[in-house]
């Protein structure tokens, strides 16, 4: 059974640490959001892809295709963009680099927003706020950061409630925080590519 409610896939546009849109590199062959969409596809109602390339992608009746409302902002201007478009009161947003989401984990984390405005999970990193749950209810106040200036993701979380879930939690469904692996240098991308291979 599905939950109610929706994913946003941050696809931001070329990664300049990495040189290139780090949508479209290809693990085993298929493109990167293909395997992110493709985690989120059974779980959510929806699902919304965030990207300032949308020439590179294909809407179908799968997904939807969605541009920065303010450009030039960064992650939290994607999640504004996001939560503005999304059908549904709660979401998952996720950056499109992360390959290695943990369906358990993001069952959980829907399970917990009832009585928040955002979850939050922790790892031995500290905050991943680009593998939380938003509900809409956020809206007003990221929209406030942005028009001040504040490009920060954490920069509204003191003016809505937060959940956050304990890295230990988040240990019983992903031991080694997978989940929040991302690909921002080369050297990323062939650690990406040898646990890719593994079946991780």
Request: with cysteine; aromatic share 10%; proline share 5%.
């Amino acid at each position: 059974m599905r939950i109610k409610g929706a994913g946003i896939i941050l696809g931001g546009g070329r990664g300049s640490r990495i040189g290139q849109d780090k949508c479209l590199m290809r693990l085993d062959g298929k493109p990167i959001f293909e395997i992110v969409f493709g985690k989120l596809k059974p779980l959510v109602n929806e699902i919304i892809l965030v990207t300032n390339a949308p020439q590179h992608f294909a809407e179908g009746s799968e997904f939807r295709i969605v541009t920065d409302e303010i450009p030039h902002q960064g992650p939290l201007g994607g999640i504004l963009a996001g939560l503005s478009f999304s059908s549904h009161k709660y979401n998952l947003v996720v950056a499109c680099d992360m390959p290695f989401l943990n369906t358990g984990l993001i069952k959980f984390l829907f399970s917990e927003i009832s009585d928040a405005d955002a979850v939050v999970p922790c790892s031995d990193e500290g905050i991943e706020p680009l593998h939380a749950i938003y509900s809409k209810d956020c809206l007003p106040a990221i929209r406030s950061k942005l028009e001040s200036g504040r490009k920060r993701v954490v920069s509204f979380f003191d003016e809505v409630k937060i959940k956050y879930v304990d890295k230990e939690k988040v240990k019983e469904f992903d031991p080694d925080y997978r989940s929040f692996f991302n690909i921002n240098t080369r050297d990323d991308w062939e650690s990406a590519k040898k646990m890719f291979k593994r079946g991780s």
